[in-house]
Structures are given as C-alpha cells and as structure tokens.
C-alpha cells in the first residue's frame, strides 16, 4: 500500500496539506465536505501530490511541507525547483 502527501488549494487563498493511503477517495472525501477543515470551502482542486512507501515517510513530508511559507508551495506545485531551492536558502523574494 502507497501513501501521499498531498496539497489542496481551497477556494483560490488556501492551501491544505494531508496525507492518505487512497489519493481519490480522500480528494473526493473534501470535496463532499466530509472533513472538518476543508467542509468550509466550496472550490477544492488536488494541485499536487507524492508517492511514498510508507505513512511515516508522508506524515514527515506533510510536517515539512506545512511549515512552509506560501511561496515555497507555490514553487513545489509549479514545478520550480531553482526557485524552491533559492527559498529553502531565506532568501526573500515575493510571494
């Protein structure tokens, strides 16, 4: 069994970082409004996720990942590593 670490972006201002062992139930889940954080939200779009071997590994990526600043998230979801790494220095630049 897999386990993902994923990001939700909620009605286009919020991120929401989780983790399950079923990506599309759980997604389905949200939008349904089935979980006690993301039941407020109306617009729920999957904008990113990982694959891992076990809960552990996505537990501590998801612990990571939330105590990421805004831009630091923008860059995973993009796909700009350069930017990602430049953050992941302090490096200010605007979110």
């Known amino acids: 069994m897999f386990w993902y670490t994923y990001i ?5 201002k919020i991120f929401y970082v989780g983790i ?12 349904k ?14 904008v990113y996720f ?12 998801e612990i990571e990942i939330k105590k ?7 860059s995973l979801i993009r796909g700009d590593i350069e930017l990602l790494k430049k953050l992941s220095k302090g490096h200010k630049i605007g979110e």
Do not use: G, M
């Not at 409004?33 to 999957?46: E, H, M, N, W």
């Not at 990421?68 to 923008?74: N, R």
């Open 50 to 61: 990982e694959k891992y071997e076990s809960r552990r590994q996505a537990e501590k990526r």
């Open 20 to 31: 399950t062992n079923n990506l599309r139930k759980r997604v389905e889940q949200h939008k």
């Open 68 to 74: 990421w600043s805004i831009a630091k998230k923008k």
């Open 33 to 46: 409004k089935q979980s006690p954080y993301t039941k407020k939200f109306s617009d729920i779009k999957l």
């Open 8 to 12: 939700l972006f909620c009605d286009q």
